[in-house]
């Protein structure tokens, strides 16, 4: 019978005890209120998330200090803030950051994550635009428990988002092409600032594709060891990226920062540091891509271009390597100058006749075995020294 069920089931007209009334009571109706107020009314108080929960459902989190709706999809404050502290030992608003970042209204806002370890089983999603995360420097570490593909992803045609002051740092290897941080495509105007990134392989930062507009900045990529190749930022059909200022620490299978895809175009990889890398810059099959003053010590190949055409390579410090630049598979019209290449085998390489119309000018090229070979077509080389 809808309405209102008492503990103690009495008959029509049967009085009841007051101890009888004042019991819990269970609704299994409907109840029109006939547009009367409900006073003193509270509404269910925990601190879990009830099971099988039906939109509007409203429950009270007290270890939260706020008011919840189920919308159908997700469980949605009352009143929305849009700042969300995620603490370790339980002194913010939850223990859990997808929960933080879920919690944030529509419009987004920023997640604080205080000092802690936090360990993921699942990726973690930006599913909103204007999401910033922040932790509290090399005390905030996100690691995984199982192998979540990506540790954060950033999803399809997520703008202005930024990460910073956070160490990433996966205890169970990706494997395949995951990413430590993934922008899975459209993204625009974001911005990772200050990170740490351990255990990276085989990605630390990747970019899927269609993105414009994101900075990489004061990030440090330490050392792996994984068989590769690993790649410490993989930028594919992206256009607008500024990699700057970054420490890259290699091996003999890592690729510090390697640029491909058709449209991955206008991207500058500028004061950077790259120490013991096997590949430290690579453009693939890319043009107006510019490397300019990045410290590249120790490396196969310094600075790698391959099918690629229209790039400045400029103001660059290389040294104690086999080949400090090589163009190679096509690689045309590129501008070599004012870098000082040191103790290589080979300075610069125009590795074959498809190289056309290079220019190497103003470098400084002494103490390598071989200051340049040139076996391009139409290859501008003069004011070098050696």
């Avoid at 939260?64 to 997700?74: E, I, Q, S």
């Avoid at 990529?221 to 059909?237: C, D, R």
């Amino acid at each position: 019978m809808a309405g209102i069920n008492h503990e103690a089931v009495k008959a029509f007209g049967e009085k009841g005890l007051h101890t009888e009334w004042n019991a819990d009571h269970v609704q299994t109706g409907n109840h029109d209120c006939g547009k009367y107020q409900h006073l003193n009314h509270v509404i269910e108080n925990r601190t879990s998330w009830p099971a099988g929960p039906v939109a509007g459902q409203i429950v009270y989190r007290t270890d939260y200090n706020d008011a919840y709706v189920w919308n159908g999809t997700l469980w949605q404050s009352l009143t929305p803030t849009a700042t969300i502290v995620v603490a370790a030992d339980g002194s913010g608003h939850t223990t859990d950051i997808q929960t933080g970042i879920d919690l944030l209204p529509a419009g987004g806002g920023v997640v604080m994550i205080k000092e802690g370890t936090y360990t993921i089983s699942v990726k973690i999603n930006i599913n909103k635009d204007n999401v910033s995360i922040v932790g509290a420097g090399h005390s905030t570490i996100i690691t995984n428990s199982v192998n979540t593909t990506n540790l954060i992803d950033v999803g399809v045609g997520i703008d202005y988002f930024t990460l910073e002051g956070v160490v990433l740092s996966p205890n169970v290897f990706l494997g395949g092409t995951g990413c430590v941080l993934e922008f899975s495509g459209a993204s625009t105007r974001s911005r990772v600032s200050g990170c740490w990134f351990d255990a990276w392989e085989p990605r630390g930062i990747g970019f899927a594709g269609a993105g414009e507009g994101i900075i990489v900045e004061n990030c440090v990529f330490e050392e792996v060891t994984g068989a590769g190749p690993n790649y410490g930022i993989l930028v594919s059909q992206t256009s607008h990226i500024y990699i700057r200022g970054n420490f890259f620490y290699g091996s003999t299978n890592v690729y510090g920062v390697q640029v491909v895809g058709a449209t991955s175009k206008y991207v500058s990889i500028m004061d950077n540091k790259f120490y013991n890398c096997h590949i430290p810059i690579s453009v693939i099959g890319q043009e107006e891509v510019t490397i300019i003053g990045n410290f590249i010590v120790g490396f196969t190949y310094g600075i790698w271009l391959s099918g690629a055409a229209n790039n400045i390579i400029s103001g660059n410090k290389i040294e104690w390597g086999t080949a400090g630049i090589l163009l190679e598979g096509g690689s045309d019209y590129n501008v070599m100058g004012n870098n000082r290449i040191i103790n290589c085998d080979w300075g610069v390489v125009v590795n074959g006749a498809v190289e056309d119309k290079n220019l190497i000018v103003g470098n400084g090229l002494v103490g390598n075995t071989v200051a340049t070979l040139n076996n391009g077509t139409g290859t501008e080389i003069a004011h070098n020294t050696t």
